[in-house]
């Protein structure tokens, strides 16, 4: 779980951090403006940052929703948004209390359990990539029967015995990643015992066939990027990915800052792991910190301006090269008092919040497996994000998505411009003070359609303050002949 107000001092302190990405070509940073003062936005479809994105996810816990009062009823509409979200990739936690009962027992049908089992139900049917997190058993609130320290060889066990079970006996393909502890240099404090304890980890699921079916990813921290160092220099035999947490001031995301540290991070991994380049790269908590801010308590979550603010981070993230950005987080529900999510707790009566609608369009539209292009960014003002999917298809056929981000307090005009690319239909979504259109089941619907070659340009008016989601990955969206 986040430390919010610890991150949020640091980040105030040290900013973000400057490097270079390894995996794309430098190319202008300043859109060229034209004499009309509308401002050219190449996109370079061969210059691909990141070949076989994952998606933007959240972080989705059952761990309250008892406690919370989730009705049969609630859960369907929960299902029913996940499902429109078509949600990629979720971030899950788990706690071996839930089964382990001490003296070598556990209880695969405790309620706890049941619950997980539920909310697995549904990524599995959705395809949903689950990174299952194993919150740590030291800290009084998480501990276990005979367990407390991370490097105990029966806590080893303990996990390999719930993995197994979860993918041979429950049969969940949908776990595809395993972190063992929360942000470990908060919750253990001790590189060289957490250290051990995913050696260890490693060694029991090793034991139990799991080779193959999980992967460890690494190292899950918050606010040290230390630990993320020395899991790329000690752990890269072990890890099969690379994962940190961040959560950005204000001002770090709208210099720009946050794209620059994620690019530190990630070139950090890819020049010193042999095998870095086809290893994952997650954002495994993406938030923001504010005066106010608490683990429990996101003051601003409920503003729509917070809506952009994310926006304005997910781009950041995937053009530094980042395979998923996994929101923090999902549902109020998951937590007693807390307020992160997108939509409200059960007895609020689960009303989306104004962010719920651009990030459930970048859920939806930026899918697994496309490639996130180079774009000619950024102004001062605005980002674009750029990805087309059907890798093996000719450029012409293929489908397109563009997220574009406008930070200024005026509108702006841009003519976005794609090296070689097909004429599109693309269905145009606006997220604005002025514009959040919906249908009648409150999901996001279409403010119009824009029409034109890709190759030629097409211009497009940004409302200020606001988010524009092109596509052509969707009904009405096509290529044009």
């Keep these: ?273 042999p095998a870095g380049k086809d290893k994952p790269l997650i954002v495994g908590e993406a938030g923001f910190g504010t005066s106010g801010s608490s683990y429990k308590n996101n003051p601003i979550n409920r503003d729509p301006s917070y809506g952009v603010l994310m926006s304005d981070f997910a781009v950041q993230s995937a053009n530094a090269g980042s395979w998923a950005v996994l929101a923090w987080m999902l549902d109020d529900n998951s937590h007693l008092g807390f307020n992160w999510g997108m939509w409200s707790s059960s007895s609020a009566g689960l009303a989306t919040k104004p962010w719920f609608y651009p990030w459930a369009l970048l859920s939806r539209y930026f899918r697994p497996g496309s490639s996130i292009v180079q774009s000619s960014l950024t102004s001062k003002d605005l980002r674009v994000l750029a990805a087309h999917g059907g890798g093996t298809f000719p450029l012409q056929e293929r489908s397109w998505s563009f997220c574009i981000v406008n930070r200024a307090a005026t509108p702006k005009r841009i003519r976005l411009l794609v090296q070689g690319g097909p004429r599109l239909k693309l269905d145009r979504y606006l997220y604005s003070n002025s514009s959040a259109k919906v249908d009648t089941d409150g999901f996001p619907a279409p403010s119009g359609t824009v029409s034109g070659d890709l190759g030629a340009g097409i211009e497009l008016s940004c409302e200020a303050n606001s988010v524009i989601i092109l596509t052509s990955d969707s009904d009405t969206g096509a290529v044009l002949k």
């Design 1 to 273: 779980m986040l430390r919010i107000m610890c991150t949020f001092m640091a980040i105030m302190l040290l900013g973000g951090c400057a490097s270079s990405q390894v995996t794309a070509k430098v190319v202008s940073e300043m859109p060229a403006r034209g004499e009309d003062g509308v401002l050219s936005v190449q996109v370079y479809p061969d210059n691909v940052i990141c070949r076989n994105f994952m998606g933007f996810g959240a972080e989705w816990d059952s761990n309250d929703y008892d406690a919370s009062g989730v009705t049969g009823a609630d859960f369907e509409v929960i299902g029913k948004r996940v499902a429109w979200m078509r949600l990629p990739i979720a971030r899950v936690m788990m706690q071996s209390k839930w089964c382990y009962k001490g003296n070598g027992q556990y209880d695969w049908n405790a309620p706890q359990m049941k619950a997980l089992y539920r909310q697995l139900d549904v990524c599995q049917k959705l395809g949903t990539a689950v990174v299952l997190t194993d919150w740590g058993i030291e800290p009084p609130r998480l501990r276990t029967i005979d367990v407390t320290r991370v490097e105990d060889p029966r806590y080893a066990e303990i996990v390999a015995n719930y993995m197994d079970y979860l993918l041979n006996t429950k049969g969940y393909t949908c776990i595809t990643y395993f972190i063992l502890v929360n942000e470990p240099n908060y919750e253990v404090r001790d590189w060289n015992r957490w250290k051990t304890g995913v050696q260890q980890v490693s060694a029991a699921m090793h034991r139990k066939g799991l080779d193959g079916k999980v992967t460890i990813l690494g190292s899950d921290h918050s606010n040290a990027d230390d630990w993320h160092r020395n899991a790329v220099d000690q752990l890269q035999k072990f890890l099969g990915g690379y994962d940190i947490h961040r959560y950005a001031s204000q001002d770090e995301v709208r210099r720009g800052a946050l794209l620059d540290y994620f690019k530190a991070n990630w070139s950090y991994a890819l020049t010193r792991d």
